[in-house]
Structures are given as C-alpha cells and as structure tokens.
DNA sequence: AACTCGGGGGT
DNA sequence: ACCCCAGAGTT
C-alpha cells in the first residue's frame, strides 16, 4: 500500500465516503431489507448486469417465488423463463441449484457467514462478501468492478487489476479500508460512488467526495486507470435456423450447456461458414427468409431464419413437437425473440 | 492464468 | 465500433 495511505487517511476518506453516501444514495428496493432470500437474489441478477436493466427482473422473482422454497419447487423451464432476456443463464441454473439446496440441506435458513456462503453454486468471492457484509455485517469488502475502479484511482494501483498482483493489492487495500466501518454501508456507499461518480468514461471528479486524496487525480492519471488486459477479438460465427409452422405446430430444440444460451430453447439450427451460409440462401430462395445479425460480446452471430410451411420433418435430433400459441411458454434466447419480432410484424 | 458466458446502454 | 456492467465456473 502507498505511503499516503495513513491510517488517519483511510479513516476520513473513508468518513466522507460514506457521508456521501448517506445523502445520495439510490432508492432500491433491495435496500429496503436484509432478508438474505433478498439480497441474494438481486446480488446474482446484478452480476455484469447494470441496476436499470436487473431491477424488473428482481421484482419479477420476487412476484413469482415469494419464497426461496416456491423457487426450490419451481422446474428449471419455469426459472429460465422469468429470466429470460437477462443472459448469462448459468447464472439461472445456479440460482435454481443453491434455492433447491438451502430449501431442502439448510431447511430454508442461508448460511451466515463469508466462507459458509462461497460453497453455494453461483456464490462467488463478490456475492459472498455482499450477502455476508450486508445482512450481517462481516467485515469483509465486496470487489466488483466499480470498487476496482475506484480504489484503482483513488489509491493509484497502476498493475493490471485482473492479474493475480492486481486484485491482490486491491484486495489489501480495501481490508484495511473498511476496518471499523459498518460493513453494510461502507461496502454499498463503495460501489455506489464507482457507479454515480468514479465512472469509466466521464468521472465527476469535480463533485467527488474523495477528491481531496485522491491519488490519480493529483497525478492527473483518472483517464489511465484501471489497467485491464486488451480483449481477443470476437468470434464470428453463422447460423441456420429452420421454423417449420405447419397445422399450428413448430418443432424446437432445448440447447445444451456447453455453448451459449445454456438450456434455452430454439428452432433446429446448424452451424456453417460464410460461404456456405450464402449457398443455403440460395438453395431455399422459394422459402421466406429473416437474416439478423445479433452482438454478443464475445461473439457475433450471423443468423438466417428459414421458414418451412409444410408437415414437421421427423427425425430432428431431440425434437419435439410445440404449439406455435404456446411458443411463450418457452425460455428463449434475444436471437429467437428477435426473429419473432421480425416475422410477426 | 486464460476462456467462456448475454444483453443493453453509454461514448 | 468499443467499453462496461453489484462475476462465476471451467479448463
């Protein structure tokens, strides 16, 4: 840790952090409990998700598992479905997977503690030190981006934060930051500065609370930091899908969990190559077509939708047969929601 | 340590 | 286009 950071430095920065905090925090409704059902839930929604987009979705759980027996009880379709649209759907599957588990081993009751918590499925270092500082007040401070962001700047930590010296100098830093604080508030009051002022792109370090001690704006190095690891390119990959609708029936397929969109369901696809993708347009130009391109992160899908107006083929591997009105009762990925879109316009 | 896993919004 | 978001699991 620098030499700046004194003790007595630690202590205000940290008094005017969550001074701050107090005055401008956001209303959420999980900051309205510390039921842990709550906290958990909206900690595993909010994982590389922002506030605006997670918000319905935590009140639609909410509405449909009350409890977390009820999302114990409920089938992994049902699960997926609320959570559709949300990504990252092993997050779903894990959040089934710990409601079955505290439902049934641990009867309803959550584990209290930091490392009691990390053992559940889906339960990471962030969302334990959440669960645990919030609802009990464990000394022990949450790091998600926002929180690297910040100490990054405010502390002037110039390795790269997602390599091992990184995240351990962060981590150092910020036990020895919450020492004495309420956990609860001084882990939230950190992440909500990282989001409303220590932004990426345009910090307000005008307005900040912290800018009196700020490292890298003394040193004018805001812009530079944190320092990350330059991504790979993305992949690029092509996809057929072919819709048959015939007699008000469709035929889908349940994904598996080694690709993207684990367990959704979607129309039978095959993968190609551009070329061959271009030939297969050719080949069924009598049929209706949709092509969508759709961005991912780490991949970009060119799709081309193939509409089938005549009898269901049979011998589609893992088929099965649905009809075309009860199509929403079905989780499906953005790509397929998209097309329908399209198609029924 | 490197890879993979979504979707949406800001710049 | 590129970056990031209340990260975690797998290899």
Redesign the pocket.
């Known amino acids: 840790m620098p030499e700046f950071s004194s003790v007595s430095i630690l202590k205000s920065s940290a008094n005017a952090l969550e001074h701050w905090y107090e005055r401008n ?2 209303n ?1 409704p ?2 309205l409990t510390k039921e842990p059902y709550k906290i958990w839930l ?13 918000l319905p979705y935590y009140l639609a759980f909410l509405e449909t598992f009350p409890t977390v027996h009820d999302l114990a009880k409920a089938e992994e379709d049902t699960v997926l479905r609320v959570w ?8 779903a599957r ?1 959040l089934h997977k ?1 409601a079955k588990i505290i439902s049934k081993e641990h009867k309803g009751v959550f584990p209290v503690t930091y490392d009691s918590l ?1 053992l ?11 669960i645990s500082s919030i609802c009990y007040e464990e000394e022990v401070p ?8 910040l100490i990054s700047r405010h502390f002037l930590v110039e390795e790269r934060i ?4 990184g ?1 351990k100098a962060l981590r150092s830093i910020a036990e020895s930051w919450i020492q004495g604080r309420t956990p609860s508030r001084f882990n ?1 009051a950190m ?2 500065l ?2 409303l002022i220590c ?4 910090p307000s370090c005008e307005t900040c609370p912290l800018n009196e001690t700020c490292l890298a704006l003394r040193e004018d190095k805001v812009f530079k930091l ?1 320092k ?8 690029e990959r092509h996809l057929i899908y072919h819709v048959h609708r015939f007699k008000g029936k469709t035929l889908l397929v349940k994904r598996g969990t ?5 367990g ?1 369901y979607e129309w039978p696809s095959e993968e190609c190559n551009a070329t061959a993708q271009k030939k297969i347009k050719k080949a069924f130009a009598k049929k209706q077509q949709f092509e969508i391109k ?6 970009h ?1 060119h799709a081309l939708f193939i509409l089938h107006l005549e009898a269901l083929p049979k011998k589609v591997e893992g088929g099965q047969e649905v009809g075309w009105n009860s199509l929403d009762d079905y989780p ?7 097309f329908l879109e399209l198609y029924l316009l």
């Open positions: 925090k956001r959420m999980w900051r909206s900690e595993i929604i909010l994982q590389q998700t922002r506030v605006e987009q997670g559709q649209g949300l990504g990252y759907y092993n997050r894990n710990t990390l559940l499925p889906g339960i990471g270092p962030y969302t334990a030190a959440a949450v790091i998600d981006g926002n929180v690297q962001r997602d390599s091992g010296a995240s939230q992440m909500e990282g989001a932004s990426p792109k345009s944190p990350k690891k330059a991504k790979k390119a993305v992949r080694d690709d993207v969109w684990a959704l759709h961005i991912l992160s780490h991949q899908i499906m990925s953005r790509l397929m929601t998209r």
